[in-house]
């Protein structure tokens, strides 16, 4: 660990390096666009990390991540000052940030399925085990255009409420974690409700849709899972998110360079 940085910060930049590789492996990357970005932990100051513009994700370095303020202003000097941020990517970012402290991890993603589904009428359909995770937890947001508008803000937080994932309408999918092991679980649960809507739907046979109570019953007993100390008998000392993390760093260990370096 660079002598720089405290254990806690460390620590937040090796998880959020590896979440961008996760993110890689899994091809819900648009090139260099979109982003991922941590709070800095124990601090007042409402400083986050970020990927250098231009980087892709499978690059992404913990010591390379960029430390910015809450208007995407770089705090202090990379160890390579060529690199700088696009700050009008952090706008979204910096909207949930700054309203919901307790978020420490928010993803942005262009995928293709997220990008078709958010341009349905309707939406997320209640149609798979994963999209009913989101049943009744879900936001929407209209589109806007290019996020650069700081008056933007105020109107997506109030979109999103107290739900952690949100379709952005003709552009994409956000999700919003207490930790990195969170934002993770909740993107990746999306993503692949969007997926297998687009999947079904193209079928062009007549879907099935499960009861209301099913729906509700489903819903609730994934905010069960959200809340629980010990979901699945993990003795107690690892959240659900932090176990499929901590599998999904299995994926990329073995990548080089380390994301953790």
């Given at each position: 660990?660079?002598?720089?940085?405290?254990?806690?910060?460390?620590?937040?930049?090796?998880?959020?390096?590896?979440?961008?590789?996760?993110?890689?492996?899994?091809?819900?990357?648009?090139?260099?666009?979109?982003?991922?970005?941590?709070?800095?932990?124990?601090?007042?100051?409402?400083?986050?990390?970020?990927?250098?513009?231009?980087?892709?994700?499978?690059?992404?370095?913990?010591?390379?991540?960029?430390?910015?303020?809450?208007?995407?202003?770089?705090?202090?000097?990379?160890?390579?000052?060529?690199?700088?941020?696009?700050?009008?990517?952090?706008?979204?970012?910096?909207?949930?940030?700054?309203?919901?402290?307790?978020?420490?991890?928010?993803?942005?993603?262009?995928?293709?399925?997220?990008?078709?589904?958010?341009?349905?009428?309707?939406?997320?359909?209640?149609?798979?085990?994963?999209?009913?995770?989101?049943?009744?937890?879900?936001?929407?947001?209209?589109?806007?255009g290019i996020a650069s508008d700081e008056e933007e803000?105020?109107?997506?937080?109030?979109?999103?409420?107290?739900?952690?994932?949100?379709?952005?309408r003709n552009h994409g999918l956000l999700a919003a974690?207490?930790?990195?092991?969170?934002?993770?679980?909740?993107?990746?649960?999306?993503?692949?409700?969007?997926?297998?809507?687009?999947?079904?739907?193209?079928?062009?046979?007549?879907?099935?849709?499960?009861?209301?109570?099913?729906?509700?019953?489903?819903?609730?007993?994934?905010?069960?899972?959200?809340?629980?100390?010990?979901?699945?008998?993990?003795?107690?000392?690892?959240?659900?998110?932090?176990?499929?993390?901590?599998?999904?760093?299995?994926?990329?260990?073995?990548?080089?360079?380390?994301?953790?370096?």
């Amino acid at each position: 660990m660079p002598s720089e940085y405290s254990d806690a910060e460390w620590k937040t930049r090796c998880e959020l390096a590896a979440l961008y590789r996760i993110i890689a492996h899994h091809r819900m990357t648009d090139h260099i666009y979109t982003h991922i970005s941590a709070r800095v932990p124990g601090t007042d100051k409402h400083h986050f990390l970020i990927n250098p513009y231009g980087q892709m994700f499978h690059e992404i370095t913990a010591s390379g991540l960029v430390k910015i303020d809450m208007n995407g202003n770089i705090v202090e000097t990379p160890s390579d000052k060529r690199q700088r941020v696009n700050k009008a990517g952090f706008m979204i970012h910096s909207a949930v940030h700054m309203a919901k402290h307790d978020v420490g991890c928010v993803i942005h993603t262009h995928t293709a399925a997220g990008i078709a589904v958010s341009a349905q009428e309707e939406g997320l359909l209640p149609i798979s085990q994963h999209a009913l995770k989101f049943y009744g937890r879900l936001s929407y947001h209209n589109y806007e255009g290019i996020a650069s508008d700081e008056e933007e803000r105020a109107r997506l937080v109030a979109d999103l409420g107290e739900n952690k994932a949100m379709i952005l309408r003709n552009h994409g999918l956000l999700a919003a974690g207490v930790t990195v092991a969170d934002a993770w679980l909740v993107i990746y649960y999306l993503e692949r409700a969007c997926q297998a809507q687009v999947a079904a739907l193209s079928g062009g046979s007549k879907l099935i849709y499960p009861p209301e109570a099913v729906r509700k019953h489903t819903s609730d007993q994934f905010a069960r899972l959200d809340i629980a100390d010990d979901a699945f008998d993990t003795g107690g000392v690892q959240s659900y998110q932090q176990v499929g993390f901590d599998a999904a760093l299995r994926l990329i260990e073995r990548d080089l360079p380390r994301y953790d370096s």
